[in-house]
């Protein structure tokens, strides 16, 4: 009997794997929680990162209890094979099978669908990432760079404040098809977008558009002059045809740097002590908004030093 037990070791060492998981989703809230309470910049991309660090933990708790569910359904079996017999087991194993079976089937399709959105995510990431780093070469022209800006219910991919002015740009990922061909290409007229046999599209038009509205009001009072924002529609990995400009200008992250520094896109309208008014507004946007329970938790810290304000190297 010892022996028929002992089988069974390695399922109930299985179960330990739930307290592993628990103690890596605990490292990785606390690597946010550092983030918050240091008030780091956000990078490009960390929204999106954010979200996928979300998905991660979504897959690994499903992944988690398809392993737990099997390991369920066979120590049940063995079980009731041993402790039951003639009706009672033909009901409670059809039973503990189908439960099994439901329990499996709504975890997979879970992890397919979370994998599904994990992918989109992925891509978008690496997207923004592509268009932060060419936004790096903007501040050797004495550009202003911010990422993530954070707003309810949505974000800014990038903000850039220089002496053309105050500019939104919004971030399109699109995964090309084998009939894209090599070199794929999208045409814009100046209000849509023409994909490859597919009907023409003003979504990423429209959201653009809201975005540099919503960072042009929210700008609105926090400095003594009203100045428009320009809206940008960033596309990686695409050429644009036709028209790149129109309500909101369309481009290829690689001719970023030549938009900013063209005769045509390149008016001087924003002085120097502008610059660094507005640019003081969007790097406390573009930080991590420390919550009301990382808050407490820092209230109850004693800090390692204090710095002066003009004192800060991030200081704009």
């Known amino acids: 009997m010892l022996a028929y037990y002992f089988n069974f070791l390695p399922l109930v060492l299985f179960l330990i794997l739930p307290f592993l998981l628990f103690a890596k989703r605990r490292q990785e809230n ?26 991660n933990v979504r897959l690994t708790h499903h992944l988690k209890w398809i392993g737990i ?11 009731l094979v041993t402790f039951t017999s003639g009706s009672l087991q033909g009901l409670l ?16 399709a879970t992890v397919t669908h979370a ?38 219910g949505f974000n800014i991919d990038h903000a850039v404040v220089g002496p053309g002015g105050v500019f939104a740009l919004e971030t399109l990922v ?27 599209r003003d979504e990423a038009i429209t959201r653009a558009l809201e975005r540099s509205k919503a960072l042009q009001e929210w700008l609105t009072g926090r400095i003594p002059q009203t100045l428009p924002v320009i809206p940008l529609l960033v596309i990686p990995g695409w050429k644009i045809d036709g028209e790149r400009k129109g309500k909101v200008s369309v481009l290829n992250p690689k001719f970023l740097a030549n938009f900013f520094q063209t005769e045509e896109n390149y008016t001087e309208i924003l002085e120097p002590t ?30 390692a030093f204090e710095m002066k304000e003009e004192e800060s190297p991030l200081a704009v």
Not at 31 to 36: D, P
Not at 69 to 79: A, E, K, P
């Open 30 to 55: 606390q690597r946010w929680g550092h983030s918050l309470n240091d008030r780091l910049l956000r990078s490009a991309g960390d929204s999106t990162l954010e979200a996928i660090e979300r998905l």
């Open 69 to 79: 569910t099997v390991s369920i359904q066979v120590i049940g079996q063995s079980l």
């Open 93 to 108: 194993l059809p039973m503990l099978s189908a439960l099994t079976i439901a329990s499996l089937i709504w975890h997979f």
């Open 115 to 152: 994998l599904i959105k994990r992918s989109r995510q992925t891509g978008h990431y690496h997207g923004e990432r592509i268009v932060g780093e060419h936004l790096k070469m903007l501040t050797i022209e004495g550009y202003r760079v911010f990422h993530d800006l954070q707003f309810d």
């Open 174 to 200: 699109r995964q090309p098809r084998k009939s894209d061909g090599a070199n794929p290409s999208v045409g814009f007229d100046g209000e849509y977008l023409k994909w490859h046999k597919c009907k023409p």
């Open 274 to 303: 502008a610059i660094k008014r507005i640019s003081q507004q969007l790097l406390e946007k573009s930080r991590f908004q420390i919550t009301n329970e990382a808050k407490e938790k820092a209230d109850c810290e004693e800090p």
